[in-house]
Nanobody, 114 residues
Framework: VQLQASGGGLVQPGGSLRLSCAASGKIFGGNVMGWYRQTPGKQRELVAD???????NYADSVKGRSTIARDNAKTTMYLQMSNLKPEDTAVYYCKLSNRGVHFWGQGTQVTVSS
């Protein structure tokens, strides 16, 4: 399984951004896809994840400002983030968990700065 993340960039505080993650390879049903983020010196943290039935879970820090979605036909996941804050600055990683095996995509940098 390979994951390709895209959509990061530089955005001003209060702005919006959409991240995408495309999965390819042998993927079984019942999997979970998620977005994580990491800043230097800190552990990678969950931003949001979503089951393939659409049930989603959000970190408190992004709840109400972010929406995670997935297109099962295309095995693609999205994270729409709005009202971005400087503390959202991080490298964002997508992850797919499938039958107890975890796959990570390469990170995409999100920088929130004026």
């Amino acid at each position: 399984v390979q994951l390709q993340a895209s959509g990061g960039g530089l955005v001003q505080p209060g702005g919006s951004l959409r991240l995408s993650c495309a999965a390819s390879g042998k993927i079984f049903g019942g999997n979970v896809m998620g977005w994580y983020r990491q800043t230097p010196g800190k552990q990678r943290e969950l931003v949001a994840d979503i089951l393939n039935n659409g049930a989603a879970n959000y970190a408190d820090s992004v709840k109400g400002r972010s929406t995670i979605a997935r297109d099962n036909a295309k095995t693609t996941m999205y994270l729409q983030m709005s009202n971005l804050k400087p503390e959202d600055t991080a490298v964002y990683y997508c992850k797919l968990s499938n039958r107890g095996v975890h796959f990570w995509g390469q990170g995409t940098q999100v920088t929130v700065s004026s």
